[in-house]
């Protein structure tokens, strides 16, 4: 994988020297760096930089006037963006076509490769709308679901704060009832503590009065004798 990557990157750069010499026309350095682009490209079996250096070298023989060569390119780089359905590429060879042969003079098939380059770029359009709205469509549904999320966890955290502020409210009311309560059990013990208190106190002056009484009865029969 690293090798064809090199490779990739050594064609790329075929690609930009054969562009420098083409708009500088310099058209054999241009077909001859175009040319090594082409066969690397074939070797390593990447389509895409295969077809965009067949538009080069149908480019650069447009250019020099080489119709016949130049057709020849664009009829097999069309091959390659069709069956890998390369829509903008397709579109462009569709259009170089159009100037191939109204410069050869073919007027019927210049007409026939600008209605089929016009057909392209309406495909094109509406790929890249449909291709447009499916990402528009995904954000808006991911959006969605960022929303829900985020909602749920609003309700979930506003469910815990009420929880909280109940299991609080609920723990304050026991430990209120518990303290009154305590006072209230205080409060009886102490009250019954002094019932039982005076009580012992009545029994006591009762027990004191006897022995009063028997004592001064004692005294009195005493006298009597």
């Known amino acids: 994988h690293e ?8 064609g790329q750069s075929y690609n930009s020297i054969g562009t420098y010499y083409a708009e500088q026309k310099n058209f054999k350095k241009a077909l001859e760096y175009f040319q090594k682009q082409n066969e690397i490209m074939k070797k390593i ?3 895409f930089q295969l077809c965009i250096s067949l538009v080069n070298l149908g ?13 020849k390119y664009f009829y097999e780089a069309l091959d390659v963006s069709s069956k890998n359905n390369y829509l903008a590429q397709k579109q462009q060879i569709y259009k170089n ?4 042969f109204k410069l050869k003079g073919d007027f019927e098939n210049a007409l026939k490769y600008s209605e089929l380059s016009l057909k392209a770029r309406d495909s ?3 790929s890249t709308s449909n291709e447009q709205m499916m990402e528009l469509m995904t954000k808006y549904e991911t959006g969605k679901k960022d929303k829900e999320i985020l909602t749920q966890k609003v309700n979930l955290e506003h469910q815990r704060a009420e929880t ?3 299991n609080m409210q609920r723990n304050l009311f026991i430990a209120s009832f518990l303290f009154v309560l305590m006072i209230a059990f205080f409060i009886f013990r102490g009250y019954r503590n002094k019932s039982i208190s005076e009580k012992r106190i ?3 002056s009762r027990i004191i009065e006897e ?3 028997e004592i001064i009865d004692s005294i009195t029969y005493a006298k009597r004798i």
Not at 59 to 71: A, C, I, Q
């Open 164 to 166: 909280a502020s109940k």
């Open 211 to 213: 022995k009063q009484k």
């Open 59 to 71: 480019n650069v023989h447009l250019d020099m006037g080489n119709y016949n060569s130049s057709e």
């Open 97 to 100: 076509l159009t100037t191939n």
């Open 202 to 204: 009545i029994i006591q």
């Open 3 to 10: 090798h064809r990557g090199d490779l990739s990157n050594i």
């Open 124 to 126: 094109l359009f509406n």
């Open 45 to 47: 079996g990447d389509e």
